[in-house]
């Protein structure tokens, strides 16, 4: 055989060897479809960033493949697929945000475990300890209020002036009537029985005016003096040794 025909067997030989692999393409995994929530999370394939979402699908080789997905405040989740040839598979994935922990906070006692309420503090220095005096207590409202109201600037004060101001009114009210009364009394036309209770009524109305008038000034001076001797600057060395204090509404003169 002559090298012409020996250069034609070869190239028969190499055509039927390679016309069956011409027919055979390399296998190709289905599309690989990701739905991830939140937006712009990271993807990992096989340990590999591909991409962040969302994403087109991927074209993957057959076979086991690990997704990691991840994003920075939320839970990654890893999934591992098994992808098989022309297989369409979608994953989606929802990430959990990363639970916030809350510090607990220390209790404060109370009760007969509580805190004193002066705590003498010991500091050190150059000179070698030394203590803190303790903060002055504050007092409580009701000393504070009894002290900050006089006497002479209390309800005692104001009650005097309301019945002064009464009495007063009510003899107006009574001298008007018993002039109303007189005025009657002198008419010519009035008979003899009515002057006789008119001269009956203007004697009373007199005398309860004159009661309340000299009501009213003796309550008027008491008031008076009150509010003079008994008010905030009342002190028995600047009015001469003479004071007037107030205790459970009694009047104490010290001399």
């Known amino acids: 055989m002559d090298s012409e025909a020996w250069r034609h067997a070869w190239i028969a030989i190499a055509l039927v060897t390679a016309i069956p692999s011409w027919g055979r393409a390399e296998p190709v995994g289905g599309p690989l479809g990701l739905v991830v929530d939140p937006v712009g999370a990271e993807v990992l394939i096989?340990?590999?960033t591909v991409?962040?979402?969302p994403m087109r699908p991927l074209r993957l080789e057959?076979?086991?493949h690990t997704v990691v997905i991840r994003a920075r405040g939320h839970v990654p989740v890893t999934r591992t697929l098994e992808l098989r040839p022309h297989a369409e598979i979608t994953l989606a994935v929802v990430l959990e945000p990363v639970p916030?922990?809350?510090?607990a906070r220390p209790r404060i006692p109370t009760g007969r475990h509580a805190a004193p309420s002066r705590v003498e503090r010991t500091e050190e220095s150059s000179h070698g300890p030394h203590r803190r005096a303790p903060r002055p207590e504050r007092r409580s409202?009701?000393?504070t209020e009894g002290r900050s109201t006089p006497l002479g600037r209390g309800p005692l004060l104001w009650t005097g002036l309301g019945l002064t101001v009464a009495l007063a009114a009510g003899a107006v009210v009574t001298g008007a009537l018993a002039l109303s009364a007189e005025s009657e009394y002198r008419e010519p036309d009035t008979s003899e029985a009515r002057r006789r209770g008119l001269d009956r009524q203007i004697r009373e109305l007199s005398t309860v005016t004159d009661v309340l008038v000299d009501g009213a000034i003796v309550l008027g001076l008491a008031t008076v003096a009150l509010f003079a001797l008994a008010g905030p600057d009342d002190d028995p060395a600047a009015t001469g040794g003479?004071?007037?204090r107030g205790g459970l509404g009694a009047l104490h003169w010290e001399l």
């Open 100 to 103: 916030v922990r809350h510090e």
């Open 242 to 244: 003479l004071g007037l």
């Open 46 to 48: 096989d340990g590999r």
């Open 51 to 53: 991409g962040r979402a």
């Open 62 to 64: 057959p076979g086991l």
């Open 141 to 143: 409202g009701s000393d």
